[in-house]
């Protein structure tokens, strides 16, 4: 049973260009979100797809967008890369059919995408 | 003032000593309490969670949920050198369903032999 798996591993950018990552959820989740990790700090949540919706939604900037596809696989852009935008973006998944006392919020993370612009 | 605050370490123990991680939070709002355990170059993997206040138990592991107080803590027992990694606080609201989950910055425990 493949895990959560992103892409690329490792990216090196210049500051202004954009930056494509892409996510496959674990087999049977169908809701994906996407966490920035600055070196040093815990995770900070970006925002979450579920039915190819933006869902909810954390403190970023236009910059930031996603997508999610049929087959709940998702992808993060950020447009106008700043130097401060280098980190480790982690997706994480989940099944969203557990519901109130059952959705523990327990997610499953892939081992993220190091980020770096110069 | 950061909604969960965490003290970063690093923490540096003998192998089987007693291991007490902790966080702080503001928001009354968080229902929802997990530990995430981070190696080095890697996701979190989630080791422990607790609804509201209580504690829980699994193997060498000890999750503890303070609501009134706003504390956590997760203890591990008989340390071992593969416990060495971040530890990561996350709290959840209940209100929604989401998956936004607000982090600690980690404590980096290192168990020595």
């Known amino acids: 049973d493949a895990g959560v798996t992103q892409s690329p591993t490792h990216l090196i950018k210049t500051r202004g260009q954009q930056v494509t990552l892409r996510c496959s959820p674990k087999?049977?989740?169908?809701?994906v979100s996407w966490y920035q990790q600055a070196l040093g700090q815990g995770p900070q949540f970006i925002f979450q797809?579920?039915?190819?919706?933006?869902?909810q939604r954390g403190n970023f900037p236009d910059r930031f967008s996603g997508h999610q596809f049929p087959n709940y696989s998702s992808e993060l852009n950020v447009n106008a890369l700043l130097l401060g935008d280098s980190a480790l973006y982690l997706c994480?998944?989940?099944?969203?059919?557990?519901?109130?006392?059952?959705?523990?919020?327990?997610?499953?993370f892939g081992e993220g995408s190091r980020l770096t612009v110069l | 003032q950061k909604e969960v605050e965490q003290d970063p370490g690093p923490l540096s123990v003998p192998e089987g000593a007693i291991v007490s991680l902790n966080c702080t939070y503001s928001n009354s709002a968080f229902q929802y309490f997990m530990w995430y355990r981070q190696y080095s170059r890697k996701g979190p993997e989630l080791l422990m969670y607790t609804y509201s206040s209580g504690n829980k138990e699994d193997g060498r592991f000890t999750a503890q949920v303070d609501k009134s107080s706003k504390y956590i803590s997760l203890f591990i027992r008989d340390s071992q050198p593969s416990d060495s990694a971040t530890y990561l606080c996350a709290m959840k609201e209940i209100t929604g369903g989401g998956n936004k989950l607000t982090f600690g910055t980690g404590t980096q425990l290192k168990v020595e032999l």
């Open positions: 797809y579920y039915e190819e919706e933006e869902r």
């Open positions: 994480a998944s989940r099944f969203s059919g557990l519901a109130g006392e059952r959705n523990t919020g327990e997610l499953f």
């Open positions: 087999s049977g989740h169908d809701t």
